[in-house]
């Protein structure tokens, strides 16, 4: 077996693989309160220079660095995403143990960011390192573009990626987003849907108030309660004028696709500990909807007392969070502009509706090699083909990687994390199997990009000389 060696030295190594997670998870860098940012991205930037890569750092006027490392030579060149910002840790009550302790329990790694995507970054980081060592220089060029706001919208990483189109140029992107199912089968994507964040605002007095004006003064609290409920009905449907009528039909290349996935409901239910689904959808049409379906979510509400004690008051201001994730053919901007002509037409002139952070959907083929070689590579490690998205239910800057060259660069994407693994959650956490398994497929994919790249020079060659020969015989 060519990865016998290969593995031995990821087993021999791998405490010491736990302890650079360990010790990144330790090192607190929430973008959105601006904590650690600096000192995790000197770090990231070491740890590729650790292992041989030539590095460079970008930062984009106030904004958080973008670390870039190059490793490997060749013909075919590969971006690998990630990002060192995690997201906020929410009431500390939550937690089992502190968000940053990087706590082992029962085989699992607890802290924010490990599975988003700390996890991804060192696993990935660690089999660069063993090829190395097992297998020598990488045959493939492999450039790692690790950014630290992906929970602030990325705005530093798409001016980046327009001012340096050259270091974009690439035959694929590997992302950073994916996880073992509920009956522990890999998942893989080909695309994710776009985003579009929004706050709403609505206001009232200049002040809270006591709560026995609220006969007489208008109360924004209400405003904005009313407002929210047209925008998706008692049944989940949004509901927005004329946001149906923008949906694409599934192409038939997804159609296709679809008819071979399901979910594991019973198995998402207990997770999720839930009892039904929205609009008691089953079988393909949760499927479809959960792939192809837009979604409006309300994050998050925060107006008046909701403190420990009573406390009558009259809000002043009422302000709810929103996103969407779009599916082709709905855009961040159309989407705004759709929401804010039907809440006029309604009466809600004076809701303000902000836009905060948004991304396009992206999309590629099952075809393109760096697909074609994430699903190949799989079996050996997982036992078993993935499963492989047409259309991820999350969303990123994928549009700021992928979209700036023409055509845009194909990409698949996946992860170390597990089903509960609780993302954006209390207790975030990590299997250690599944890390270790991570960095053993991470090395496989790189071995498989290599042969996938001289297979197509070779049918390359073959093609050339079989025209050249046409051509003399005519």
């Not at 490690?381 to 047409?390: M, Q, T």
Request: with cysteine.
């Amino acid at each position: 077996m060519p990865f016998a060696r290969f593995d031995r030295y990821v087993e021999r190594h791998a405490a010491a693989y736990v302890e650079r997670l360990q010790a990144l998870c330790r090192m607190p860098s929430v973008a959105a309160r601006g904590t650690g940012m600096r000192a995790m991205a000197e770090t990231v930037e070491q740890s590729m220079q650790r292992i041989g890569a030539g590095t460079r750092s970008f930062k984009i006027g106030s904004g958080y660095p973008i670390i870039y490392g190059e490793f490997g030579a060749g013909s075919h060149c590969y971006i690998v995403y990630s990002h060192y910002d995690v997201q906020p840790v929410g009431q500390l009550t939550a937690w089992s143990s502190g968000p940053f302790a990087a706590a082992v329990r029962d085989g699992k790694l607890y802290a924010r960011g490990a599975a988003n995507s700390k996890g991804d970054l060192v696993a990935r980081l660690a089999a660069v390192e063993a090829y190395q060592k097992t297998f020598g220089k990488l045959p493939v060029c492999l450039r790692f573009i690790v950014e630290g706001e992906d929970g602030l919208g990325s705005p530093s990483l798409y001016q980046f990626t327009a001012e340096h189109p050259e270091m974009l140029r690439a035959d694929g992107c590997i992302w950073d987003d994916g996880y073992k199912d509920t009956k522990e089968r890999l998942l893989l994507s080909l695309g994710f849907k776009g985003i579009t964040f929004l706050e709403l605002r609505a206001y009232g007095a200049r002040t809270d108030l006591h709560s026995k004006w609220g006969g007489i003064v208008p109360n924004p609290a209400w405003n904005l309660v009313q407002a929210l409920s047209t925008i998706v009905s008692p049944k989940g449907v949004i509901t927005i004028d004329g946001f149906s009528s923008h949906v694409a039909p599934i192409a038939d290349e997804d159609a296709k696709s679809l008819k071979q996935l399901e979910i594991d409901e019973a198995g998402l239910k207990r997770e999720f500990k839930i009892n039904h689904w929205v609009r008691g959808m089953t079988g393909r049409a949760l499927t479809k909807e959960l792939i192809f379906g837009p979604t409006c979510t309300i994050c998050g509400i925060q107006t008046g007392h909701t403190e420990a004690g009573a406390k009558t008051v009259l809000p002043g201001m009422a302000v709810a969070r929103l996103d969407f994730r779009l599916v082709p053919d709905l855009s961040p901007a159309l989407v705004v502009s759709l929401l804010r002509a039907h809440l006029d037409a309604r009466g809600f002139e004076d809701v303000e509706v902000n836009e905060i952070a948004s991304a396009p959907f992206v999309k590629s083929s099952i075809g393109s090699s760096v697909a074609r070689a994430a699903i190949e590579s799989a079996t050996e490690v997982y036992g078993a083909s993935p499963i492989v998205y047409p259309l991820d239910p999350a969303s990123g800057p994928i549009g700021a990687v992928c979209g700036v060259t023409l055509p845009p660069t194909p990409l698949v994407s996946f992860g170390v994390s597990y089903a509960g693994s609780n993302q954006h959650a209390p207790d975030e956490n990590i299997r250690l199997e599944d890390f270790m398994q991570g960095i053993k497929y991470f090395g496989r994919l790189i071995h498989r990009l290599a042969q996938i790249a001289k297979d197509d020079r070779r049918e390359s060659s073959t093609m050339e000389s079989f025209v050249q020969f046409k051509i003399e015989k005519s």
